[in-house]
């Protein structure tokens, strides 16, 4: 099997009828990008940025961000590198910023909702990122979008920072596409309008199962409720992979899910685009996928979609 893989290490990813997918990885630090090569990865899907936050006692200057999303971007060579603005919240603490203790974090004051707040954090870090975009394939997104409002603020705050940048002489690229991730079941639902404005979405399914079955991801008293085979979820990933294709814009997918070999044929029966994981599950993600006809797998999640448990699903797919 190793030697399988490693044929298949700088092939493309294609079904066994022919349609090709993207298999990237999630990052969480530059020193992941030679993971990344090394296992065949044809991108990065999610680089995490919080851990540029983390583990330290105050912010990470514009300096230490440029040089580390540079770093990142130049290893890749050209490859694409989706970064994930700061999700700070919720499961993820930063000490030093003293923000209140809450009831729920889960469902508090984190991620975008705290970068549109807080404008200097977040300025400071889009700033990083335009000056990086020209030395690789840049996509930025935002994380825990729940209306359409929070992504044109984003958005427009970036294009405000690439305006001043422009105008002071710094260059930047002209592509960077940006796109948001799904993971608050209002954005999946919405989807159809969303994928007007964005250029790509990214399912976070690790927090959209925990908000679609009020679970939350970190308790074990309510794990058995956290299904992400249950049919509302796959549900949900149709909705948001339609609703970009009716758009002409991708979907991919950022959450475990997108690596877990139980899910993948189901995934690649919705018609997902990029499935971004660890980067050691790739090589056998992509020698599953060589082996699926999409066509089959089509009808397989048609009938998975109509299914009234997770365990039906599991059963389904254990049946291929
Ligand atoms: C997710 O929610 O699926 C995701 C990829 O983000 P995180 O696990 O960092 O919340
Ligand atoms: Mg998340």
Redesign the pocket.
């Known amino acids: 099997q190793k030697t399988e893989w490693a044929k298949l290490k700088n092939e493309k990813t294609l079904t066994a009828d022919g349609h090709e997918v993207e298999l990237v990885a999630?990052i969480g630090t530059p020193n992941d990008v030679k993971g990344v090569i090394d296992n065949g990865g044809e991108g990065v899907g999610?680089y995490?940025t919080?851990f540029l936050y983390m583990g330290r006692d105050n912010l990470p200057t514009e300096e230490e961000q440029f040089n580390a999303y540079k770093t990142v971007l130049e290893r890749m060579a050209g490859k694409p590198v989706v970064v994930?603005t700061l999700?700070i919240g919720?499961?993820?603490e930063l000490p030093y910023l003293h923000l209140p203790k809450e009831m729920n974090p889960f469902l508090g004051y984190r991620a975008i909702r705290l970068c549109l707040d807080e404008q200097d954090i977040f300025r400071t870090q889009l700033r990083a990122l335009l000056r990086a975009s020209v030395y690789g394939n840049l996509k930025i997104m935002f994380?825990m979008i729940a209306t359409v409002d929070e992504f044109r603020q984003a958005k427009a705050v970036l294009l405000e920072e690439k305006a001043k940048l422009v105008s002071a002489g710094v260059s930047v690229s002209d592509s960077i596409e940006v796109g948001m991730?799904v993971?608050i079941p209002a954005s999946a639902v919405l989807a159809d309008v969303f994928a007007k404005e964005v250029d790509f979405f990214?399912?976070?399914?690790?927090?959209?199962i925990q908000y679609t079955m009020a679970a939350d991801r970190m308790n074990e008293q309510v794990a058995y409720l956290y299904q992400p085979y249950n049919p509302s979820i796959l549900r949900l990933v149709k909705m948001v992979i339609d609703a970009a294709n009716k758009e002409g814009k991708w979907a991919g997918m950022?959450?475990?899910m997108a690596g877990d070999s139980l899910a993948i044929p189901l995934l690649i029966g919705l018609g997902l685009h990029e499935f971004s994981m660890s980067a050691t599950s790739i090589l056998p993600a992509r020698s599953q996928i060589r082996k699926l006809s999409r066509a089959q797998m089509e009808d397989m999640a048609q009938k998975a979609l109509n299914m009234a448990t997770a365990e039906e699903v599991v059963a389904l797919v254990k049946s291929i």
């Open positions: 999630n999610l995490r919080e994930r999700d919720g499961d993820k994380p991730m993971e990214s399912i976070g399914t690790n927090d959209l950022c959450g475990e």
